[in-house]
């Protein structure tokens, strides 16, 4: 059981990585450090995009239109949060 949950932690950990990832290359692009027309970085951001939009487009569902603003990478991360928090709890009882 204690490697199920050490694979559980790490899953929720690279998820975590991800959309941090995703919402700080957000801000360069937008802000004009990072350029879309340099190969890696269009490739990084495309990447990232194919494996975060399923996931924040099921949460958008569920959000309300806020204008321009997307509040669907906070809602993930606080969700990551709360899965860390009960897998933490929790793993006395998985050991």
């Known amino acids: 059981m204690t490697?199920?949950?050490q694979i559980l932690m790490l899953v929720v950990n690279i998820v975590w990585f991800f959309v941090i990832a995703h919402v700080i290359m957000s801000w360069l692009i937008n802000f004009q450090v990072l350029n879309l027309r340099q190969p890696i970085v269009a490739q990084i951001w495309y990447g990232l995009n194919r494996l975060l939009e399923p996931i924040y487009s099921r949460v958008r569902r569920f959000l309300p239109e806020m204008g321009g603003?997307?509040?669907a990478p906070l809602?993930?991360?606080?969700?990551l949060i709360a899965i860390r928090i009960v897998l933490i709890n929790n793993a006395g009882?998985?050991?």
Request: hydrophobic residues 80%; charged residues 5%.
């Open 3 to 5: 490697s199920i949950f």
């Open 69 to 71: 603003i997307d509040l």
């Open 75 to 79: 809602v993930v991360l606080v969700v």
């Open 93 to 95: 009882s998985m050991m």
